[in-house]
């Protein structure tokens, strides 16, 4: 069964780096999206992303984070300089056309900013 | 605003017992609704979906959920449950079906499974 993936599992960074978080969703899916959790709070949506531009985003994602799809698989969230409020679950999520935008997530990147 | 409540931050139940989580979500013309379940330090698996029709709808892991647009309400039902349902269990609802819109979620409820 196809699944989307993300790498790295677990980051840890030193405030003020970049960060580069991967992801490559499900191959016929059309529409990519990343989300945050906070540990013990809810998961939050960032940002949406379908034909090579942002089309839709929360107000969690301001100018320190960008997205882009490189190639036709990967799908990246780049946070410029992190801050240590940044620490979270960052998951990548992709849906088909149709399917009522059911997203299937992938395991998630575990972002630890010291 | 969308929004989503989990009225329960933890629930509590004994393997082999029924189990119902509650979730009620902001109105909507027309509300997609998902419930995910994450394990300990897992992603976020789709355990069902409600679009429209039957409003009783059946999902993986012997799971269920019941649409009542009067309550605003898509509770989750399991009617034996396993020790292995111990999870965090998330409520989503976007308000369209197509295009790129984002899930708004639920704050969770921590499933936990005495013996």
């Known amino acids: 069964e196809p699944e989307v993936t993300q790498t790295p599992s677990h980051q840890v960074t030193q405030m003020g780096q970049e960060v580069i978080l991967r992801c490559v969703p499900i191959?016929?899916?059309?529409?990519f999206y990343w989300y945050r959790q906070i540990l013990g709070q809810k998961v939050e949506f960032l940002v949406s992303?379908?034909?090579?531009?942002?089309?839709?985003k929360s107000e969690i994602f301001d100018d320190q984070f960008s997205v882009e799809r490189p190639d036709g698989s990967n799908f990246t969230l780049k946070i410029r300089s992190t801050k240590l409020e940044d620490s979270a679950m960052y998951f990548c999520?992709?849906?088909?056309?149709?399917?009522?935008?059911?997203?299937?997530f992938g395991p998630g990147t575990r972002l630890l900013v010291l | 605003a969308q929004s989503v409540t989990q009225p329960d931050i933890h629930i509590t139940v004994s393997e082999g017992a029924s189990l119902e989580l509650r979730c009620n979500y902001s109105?909507?013309?027309?509300?997609?609704l998902f419930w995910y379940v994450q394990s300990p330090g897992q992603g976020l698996q789709l355990l069902l979906k409600?679009?429209?029709?039957?409003?009783l709808v059946q999902g993986i892991k012997g799971f269920e959920a019941e649409f009542k647009r009067s309550q605003s309400s898509f509770n989750l039902r399991k009617p034996s449950v396993h020790w292995s349902d111990a999870a965090e269990y998330f409520c989503a609802v976007r308000y369209s079906g197509g295009g790129a819109d984002g899930l708004t979620f639920g704050k969770g409820t921590h499933l936990i499974i005495q013996p």
């Open positions: 409600y679009f429209s029709g039957d409003t």
């Open positions: 109105y909507g013309a027309t509300p997609y």
């Open positions: 191959s016929n899916h059309l529409y």
């Open positions: 992303f379908y034909n090579n531009e942002i089309s839709e």
């Open positions: 999520a992709s849906s088909a056309r149709g399917d009522g935008g059911t997203q299937y």
